[in-house]
């Protein structure tokens, strides 16, 4: 689903209102013409439409980020998939004002860069990765990754972004990103690891063991990596079941 197939970013426009246009084959901004809202409502879709064609012409999703409500924002994705950036990091602890960052893992268009504490990780790296990218992609990011690294970084986090866990949550897969990848068959490298493990790896790592940073860059890259196949999995299904399942009742 694309972001020229949604209406609930205009004022007035709720998802009832959106499902009936639907239902009756205004499913693209391009089949608008009037019909099926009242008059008010149809110019601010119309004024909505001839903004949101200069937007996607510049690859910017933020003004619809910032219109769509939060259990939406999976709509995003298709757009600007090659310039998502599927993020995840690693931590020495569970608070941002007493823990550190340890690495942070990046995959954004079939490539990943691992930034390291002590080394390459720094403010100015995340700035201007998070630049770079239309989206922001975590797996409960909202609540750990980006929270850490405005604190610990002093970065602000303007890009918009999608917390997978939620749209999980919408399709019926629940838990941790992990058990998520098992019950769907997206399959992983190396040994599965937990958080305490990468917290045991660094700090064998600040004792001089190179190779268990080695594991501990390799278990944060895969996160990222294996959040691509689920979110085109989960969009897909939302696809399915938000839009396709309305334009067929129409």
């Not at 504490?117 to 409960?140: H, I, M, P, Q």
């Not at 019926?172 to 997206?186: C, S, T, V």
Request: charged share 30%.
């Amino acid at each position: 689903m694309r972001i020229e197939n949604s209406f609930i970013p205009v004022r007035g426009v709720g998802e009832a209102t959106e499902r009936r246009l639907w239902e009756n084959g205004v499913t693209h901004w391009e089949e608008f013409d009037g019909s099926v809202v009242g008059e008010t409502v149809a110019e601010r879709i119309e004024r909505f439409i001839d903004e949101g064609w200069t937007h996607l012409e510049r690859g910017d999703v933020s003004t619809f980020a910032e219109a769509l409500p939060a259990a939406s924002q999976w709509r995003l994705y298709e757009n600007v998939r090659e310039d998502a950036a599927f993020l995840d990091i690693e931590t020495t602890g569970l608070n941002a004002t007493t823990s550190d960052v340890t690495t942070v893992s990046i995959h954004r268009g079939g490539e990943t860069k691992t930034f390291v504490r002590g080394r390459d990780l720094t403010a100015s790296r995340l700035r201007k990765e998070l630049e770079r990218s239309s989206l922001l992609v975590t797996f409960n990011g909202k609540r750990f990754d980006v929270p850490f690294l405005e604190t610990c970084y002093d970065v602000d986090v303007t890009t918009p972004h999608v917390d997978l866990m939620y749209p999980c949550r919408k399709v019926g897969l629940d838990g941790g990103l992990k058990a998520i990848e098992r019950e769907l068959g997206i399959g992983r490298d190396m040994p599965d690891l937990s958080g305490r493990d990468a917290v045991r790896l660094w700090r064998e790592y600040e004792r001089g063991d190179e190779a268990a940073l080695e594991r501990l860059v390799a278990y944060n890259r895969a996160d990222t990596e294996n959040m691509k196949p689920l979110m085109e999995t989960v969009t897909d299904r939302l696809h399915e079941s938000v839009f396709e399942a309305a334009c067929s009742d129409g």
